[in-house]
């Protein structure tokens, strides 16, 4: 019964695609019925972070010469998180889901990721944290947005593992309004982000292993300034995911 009631959905779905064909978000051809938002060929254009990468920052780092676990920025900026695990390079056709998503209100397109979630390997294990916390907006862009995707992801990331992923406590809270970060250089990035965030609760903070959530590491500062808050505010350890990582920094 179970399986005929699957087959009678299969049907209906491809009817109805049959009915209102969809098109690929990046290049606009027809899509197959069994694809979904994007084509083959654009799906197959998302290239994940090789190995091996910086354990901090996430950074690809050469496969040759002197083998380091951490990056040179690493090593002389000493950020201010732990650790940082992210999924996919930042470039096309990245970019531009992430620019439809966030500037043309395509929410959606966020579950493109959710298969590369499921999909990488297991290094980040939930169990080891305590709570996860989605990096905040400002109150205007959120309004404007009407979403923020970094708590969307922080809900993907407990959907692939209900059992041992800690609560999402959305304790960061930003209280200023901030220019883009790649659009600076590095003195305006420090002074840009400089008591842009405040956590909104302190009580429960000390002593915890936190996994902060965003959706884009580009120059590394909103989340070294999101960890530096929680890290005053007493907590013990804070790691960042994100599904994308820029190669600017």
Known sequence: MLGFGKELTDYWQSFIRLIYP???VLCRIPLRLEETYLCVTCTQKIEPLKAPTCVRCARPMA??????????????DRPYYDRGFALLSYQEPVSTLFHQIKFQNKVWLLRIFLDCIQRHPNSY?????????P??????RARERGFNQALIIAKMLKRTDKKNTPPIV???????KTLPQSQLRREERLNNLAG?????KQRGIRGKQILLV????????????????????????????TIARSHLS
């Open 22 to 24: 969809a098109n690929c």
């Open 63 to 76: 496969p040759f010469g002197r083998q380091r676990s951490t990056c040179n920025s690493c090593r002389s």
């Open 125 to 133: 294990e939930f169990k080891n944290y305590e709570m996860i916390i």
């Open 135 to 140: 990096v905040p907006l400002d109150s205007r």
């Open 170 to 176: 959305p304790l960061l809270r930003k209280v200023k």
């Open 196 to 200: 842009a965030f405040t956590i909104r």
């Open 214 to 241: 965003d959706d884009i590491f580009t120059t590394g500062s909103t989340i070294n300034e999101c960890t530096k808050v929680l890290k005053e505010a007493g907590a013990d350890r804070v790691d960042f995911f």
